[in-house]
């Protein structure tokens, strides 16, 4: 069974439709209680830094997910869900995110990106084979206007607007962030989401037989 | 490379799409389900569903169909058409739609725009302007589907728009709208250099060039159109083709996905 997140965030709704078309049973986590059972995470979310991680920690929720990703199991963080991933933001300097990641999110500047927030479609460059992402160049939608800085260690792909390149998928071990929302990029989004799933299947698998 | 989007615009009545491309393999050409599909595989980049009854009664029905477009398109979309309450904004968001479109309703009552982009996220809020011409470099705003005059002039409205959390605009020249003649190219140009927000080109695509005009001398973010693929003169993927050929980014229509004609769960 996936958990997915509700912190008060957003559109949670979209993604559980997303994984509920693709055949996945999903339960909705409001509580450190719900987390029984759970084989893997998604963090879904729009809107501020500040909101998630105090959305996180009302709901008693922030120290059981830093406990749930440590233990290895799949996790993937969306948007929102992956910034809070990182150490910190500049949208709200001094608020510690989850600290899976190193490295702090950055405001797109309007001199020179043009139009923020980032919305729309745009490419990825992905890195390397991956479990989630295959393909070389695919095209997802997003909204965002804070970024990730490119680190090489965790980079699992990279897109570039306004002349900034930023990291647009993560991933170490069995965490992974996307920025884009793939429960709204069509096709290539409901792939990815069903990679995932194979991901946690193939893991929860491997779990039960040891 | 962020891309330039094409989004069709689908009227509903009652339920039921009443204006919209005739899809050859489709069962029912009314059923929003059905045509969302059809325009997802021909490679839309949104879609918008605009509400053409718009009466309090027929609300609830809106929301049925919201439902049952969010369980299986996923790409984004955004509903419009007599919405007028943060009660509105939440019933729809919640049945599944990302983005809400207000008019009429914004201009009465402009504190709708602010209270739905705190509640919701401005991504969520699209204020939709309908303009018409009044003299060189001037346009006047219009209301009740381009009924009702307002004063407004148009550039400032937006910029009001835009300052009290409009996440995008979608702007329609009254003049243009149903001529097939092209966008309001001057009226876009100036919209776009007095915001920083997306805009929506709407009213009078007739062919793939005025689409271009709308992204390089409009300077817009995304074209709607309705009867240039409703009536299909021509389909999306040859509107991408020509952008694509004189230098204009656009997501590639997915060929995996025109030949296929399942849902896409495998």
Known sequence: ????????????????????????????????????????LVL???????????????RELFHPLKDFISSGRPFLGICLGMQLLFQESSENPGLEGLAIFPGSCERFCPAEAGKVPHMGWN??????????????????????????PVNPEILLASTTYGGQRFMSAVNREMVWGLQPHPEKSGRRGLKILRNFVEVVNGDSNSRNRS | MLTKRLIPCLDVKDGRVVKGQQFINLKDHGDPVEMARAYNQAGADELVFLDITATREKREIMREMVLQVAACLFIPFTVGGGITSIEDFRSLIAAGADKISINSAAVCTPGLISRAAAKFGSQAVVVAIDGRRRGSGSWEVLISGGTEETGLELVDWAREAQDRGAGELLLTSMDRDGSRDGYDLEMLKAVNQAVSIPVIASGGAGSPEHLYQAFTEGEADAALAASIWHQDSYSIKEGKEYLAERG??????????????????K
């Open chain 1, 123 to 148: 490419n990825l460059r992905v890195k390397k084979n991956n479990n989630l992402l295959l393909q070389e160049d695919l095209y997802l939608y997003f909204v965002h206007s804070y970024y990730l």
């Open chain 2, 248 to 265: 204009i980014p656009v997501r590639p229509v997915d060929e995996e996905l025109l030949e296929e004609d399942n849902d896409g769960r």
């Open chain 1, 44 to 58: 879904p979310g729009v809107g501020a830094f500040a909101s998630g991680v105090e959305g996180l920690k009302s």
């Open chain 1, 1 to 40: 069974m996936i958990g997915v997140i509700d912190y008060g965030a957003g559109n949670l709704g979209n993604v559980v439709r997303a994984l509920n078309y693709l055949n996945c049973r999903t339960r909705i986590i409001t509580g450190p209680e719900d987390l029984t059972g759970i084989t893997a």
